[in-house]
């Protein structure tokens, strides 16, 4: 300040120009553009005369993967299976679910064409468009070839950018809070690990199959 010809300001209000820098630019400098997203401005409406999620049901749909927070066993045998993944194919205008898919399997790539012939086998038909995120799945040349068989179009969501796979990512988190946390065996108490006791581990209160599961999230 004495080298600018400026009167120094005082402690107070230098701390509260401080806080007034806080936010995404802010954050930028000091965390990178990965820490700084969730203190981004958010974008409601990019252009009115092209909308995010197009102008007709069909010609936009998302897909993704989620692990579901509850705990599965086998009918017969009542072994404790483990957690299984859920699969959606949502349409972006209409926000209707085209096709569901439920498995333990981890393999995304087998997934995504269990999704897709669901689709097939309920409406007769595939969108126009698909968006996608990142993964290794949507690039494999098995889902690239399905694609291109049937003219879709794939776009890829842009990476750390959560927001863009919101279509899917708000269902996820719905269906886990107002459906799976009510069921026995859910695993919401695994998020914080230290208060779990035996008595109230989700493997030992299992008590679903998934042959009783699939049902119930079709509906």
């Not at 981004?40 to 989620?66: M, Q, S, Y």
């Not at 897709?116 to 889902?143: A, T, W």
Request: charged share 25%; with cysteine; aromatic share 8%.
């Amino acid at each position: 300040c004495k080298a600018a010809v400026l009167d120094a300001p005082c402690l107070k209000t230098f701390a509260k120009r401080i806080r007034r820098r806080a936010g995404y630019k802010q954050l930028r400098k000091t965390k990178g553009a990965r820490a700084a997203y969730q203190a981004k401005p958010f974008v409601f409406l990019l252009d009115r005369r092209n909308p995010a999620h197009g102008d007709r049901p069909w010609e936009i749909a998302h897909i993704d993967h989620t692990e579901l927070d509850i705990e599965l066993v086998c009918h017969r045998t009542g072994r404790n299976l483990g957690r299984p993944w859920l699969t959606l194919l949502i349409d972006a205008r209409t926000r209707r679910i085209l096709a569901v898919w439920v498995s333990f399997t981890s393999e995304r790539s087998e997934l995504c064409m269990h999704v897709m012939r669901e689709c097939v086998r309920r409406h007769h038909r595939l969108p126009q468009m698909i968006v996608v995120d990142n993964g290794k799945p949507f690039n494999s040349i098995y889902f690239e070839t399905l694609l291109a068989s049937y003219s879709i179009t794939k776009k890829s969501r842009p990476p750390a950018q959560s927001r863009n796979g919101s279509v899917c990512e708000r269902l996820f988190g719905t269906t886990n809070t107002q459906f799976i946390h009510n069921l026995c065996g859910n695993t919401k108490l695994t998020k914080k690990v230290r208060e779990v006791t035996k008595e109230f581990n989700p493997k030992n209160l299992a008590a679903w199959s998934l042959e009783m599961l699939i049902p119930r999230m079709e509906e």
